[in-house]
């Protein structure tokens, strides 16, 4: 395709040529599909035979439901901050290491995001359960008498959910981090800013960009972790992605289904807009990010 | 600094390097207590292990008793290697098409392609499966694949986008210049600057074909049956301890890709910048 044009120079084959089988794929296999789901969803009945918003309204007006949709925002927020509250001191200590100590804890940093999710997941139910490590470390200080109950809980879940997503907010948190010039630090020091000062006025301001493309991946990529909620969470903690398996996989009511999915689609999405809406008006808002780049979502590594 | 250390600083030393050091080992335990489970002698998963043994290794290599699970292996090696394969041909030939191009529509492509990484993966599952099974397209491996190539494109969009805001304009104009072809001056000047960026996308595309749950969830069947999804039933059900050896395979494998990888693309300064 590129070739036919191609002979006359090396700009000549129109460029846009060649996003054209990748816009197709998507055309045909994301957007497509996408457009079936919502049409799906205004079926009343699950032979999908007769129009009509009855799903909608089954959903809509069922509480259990916007409890479902609330926890799982509420589950994507409580990652997003358990991520930020360990994983920006790391990003800190990185910036500061030598260039050998660096490598190492960026090689620490990658191992477990290439490990399955299903290995990370499984390596909290050794933990967490009652025979995990946490309880017999417990046990064996007498710090608790019996077992506690880890697993089935929105902190064991919330806990898990912290490893397997601090490599998203580190890797962007980092490729912004790195590049911040160390001789500003310095400066702020030299003046008299204790250390505490130039984080929260330096060092952290420049940082936002980085903090909420790692926000956004986050909380994605925690809203929509059916394995990990499913596995550690248990029957007792529902989510929408676990409304969305059962209702098309388990009682095959696909119309309810795509309406819990296209909920989610829009509630994490309006959640995406709100996050980088408030990343962008931090970074403009403060003085000493005058001249930071927009914090564009970074869509960075999943 | 020549200053002294006041006590602020040393509060910040403390918890700064406490919440650091507190982030590396919930980072890096479980893998460790993954692989040290693995070679318990015990039927649970109780840690530490009650005793050393390779029983579940040798368990999870005897394909008679574990034929479920190399079957599932299988699959998802060749579905990771057909995905990766398209998405890597695809995505390299979108992020030169879209490359330097400032204008609207290079960047809505760009925000469309690479969208998959925070649309919610279960949505889009959802919506394939029910997609082939309206148009009639019965399950199978290729179809998981097809799937998996939207989910997998962004990372080697990204990694090669980036590569190729490193190549130097004025070596494709001199090329074009001594009247080079366009795939001439593409083959021999473009493709070898942004080899190391392509294989770097592929190794992660790869990893995530592997990896993938919200897709694979949907679009296996009974004859189609993938790793993550087989070793989720593992879980749900009698908490099988060959789990934990499949866990120490993958870590071990992942480990060995990632040492190669590092060595030919620079692999993780790729994926923090």
């Given amino acids: 395709m590129a070739a036919t044009a191609g002979e006359r120079g090396w700009m000549r084959p129109a460029e846009w040529q060649l996003a054209?089988?990748?816009?197709l794929a998507f055309a045909a296999f994301f957007l497509a599909p996408l457009l079936i789901l919502a049409a799906i969803s205004t079926f009343d009945d699950d032979k999908l035979a007769r129009v009509?918003?009855?799903q909608w309204i089954k959903f809509l007006g069922d509480p259990f439901?916007?409890?479902?949709?609330g926890d799982t925002l509420k589950l994507g927020l409580m990652t997003v901050a358990a991520t930020l509250l360990v994983g920006f001191p790391l990003a800190l200590v990185f910036i500061e290491a030598s260039p050998r100590w660096q490598r190492?804890?960026?090689?620490?940093?990658?191992?477990?995001l290439l490990t399955s999710v299903v290995v990370r997941t499984f390596a909290w139910i050794v933990i967490l359960g009652q025979e995990g490590v946490i309880n017999q470390a417990l046990l064996a200080t007498s710090l608790a008498p019996a077992p506690l109950r880890l697993l089935q809980t929105e902190f064991g879940l919330v806990l898990a959910l912290t490893q397997i997503e601090m490599p998203l907010m580190l890797l962007p948190l980092l490729g912004v981090m790195t590049r911040l010039d160390p001789a500003l630090r310095d400066a702020s020091q030299a003046l008299g800013a204790s250390r505490w000062r130039t984080l929260f006025r330096v060092t952290l301001p420049l940082s936002v960009p980085g903090l909420v493309s790692g926000c956004l991946l986050v909380f994605a990529s925690s809203t929509t972790a059916f394995i990990s909620?499913?596995?550690?969470?248990?029957?007792?903690?529902?989510?929408l992605p676990l409304v969305i398996w059962q209702q098309s996989l388990v009682v095959y009511n696909w119309p309810l289904a795509s309406v819990a999915a296209l909920t989610l689609l829009v509630s994490v999405s309006a959640c995406v807009v709100a996050i980088s809406a408030l990343g962008r008006h931090v970074a403009g808002g403060r003085p000493g990010a005058a001249r930071l780049e927009a914090a564009r979502p970074e869509a960075a590594h999943g | 600094?020549?200053?002294r250390r006041s006590p602020a600083d040393l509060s910040y030393a403390l918890v700064i390097g406490g919440l650091a050091a507190l982030a590396l080992l919930i980072l890096v335990g479980p893998v460790v207590i993954v692989l040290l489970t693995s070679f318990t002698e015990g039927r649970s998963l109780k840690f530490p292990p009650a005793g050393l043994s390779t029983q579940w290794y040798e368990m999870l290599f005897d394909p008679a008793r574990s034929r479920a699970i190399h079957r599932a292996a299988g699959n998802s090696l060749y579905v990771a290697g057909v995905a990766t394969a398209a998405a890597a041909v695809l995505g390299t030939l979108a992020a030169v098409g879209i490359a330097r191009r400032g204008r609207g529509w290079a960047r809505a492509l760009d925000t469309l392609f690479m969208s998959p990484l925070i649309l919610p993966g279960i949505a889009f599952g959802l919506a394939a499966l029910m997609y082939f099974t309206l148009i009639g397209l019965r399950p199978s491996l290729d179809l998981i694949a097809l799937g998996h190539v939207i989910v997998i494109v962004p990372f080697v969009?990204?990694?090669?986008?980036?590569?190729l805001t490193q190549l130097d304009q004025a070596l494709l104009e001199s090329s074009a210049s001594l009247g080079a072809s366009w795939l001439y001056t593409f083959r021999r000047v473009t493709l070898p600057t942004i080899a190391p960026g392509i294989a770097a996308g592929a190794f992660l595309a790869f990893i995530a074909s592997l990896d993938n749950v919200p897709v694979s969830l949907f679009l296996a069947g009974p004859r189609s049956d993938m790793l993550p999804i087989r070793m989720w039933g593992m879980m749900e059900s009698t908490l099988d301890v060959r789990v934990a050896a499949?866990?120490?395979?993958?870590?071990?494998?992942?480990?060995?890709?990632m040492l190669l990888m590092e060595r030919l693309t620079g692999l993780t300064r790729r994926m923090s910048s």
Avoid: D, E, H
Avoid at chain 1, 65 to 69: A, D, F, G, K, S
Avoid at chain 1, 229 to 239: E, H
């Fill in chain 2, 1 to 3: 600094m020549a200053r």
């Fill in chain 1, 104 to 112: 190492v804890l960026l090689f620490v940093i990658v191992l477990p």
């Fill in chain 1, 52 to 54: 009509g918003f009855a």
């Fill in chain 1, 65 to 69: 439901y916007w409890q479902v949709v």
């Fill in chain 1, 20 to 23: 054209l089988p990748l816009t």
């Fill in chain 2, 246 to 257: 499949v866990s120490g395979v993958l870590i071990a494998a992942v480990l060995a890709l």
């Fill in chain 2, 157 to 163: 969009l990204r990694t090669t986008s980036a590569s």
């Fill in chain 1, 229 to 239: 909620q499913s596995v550690i969470g248990g029957n007792r903690l529902v989510y």
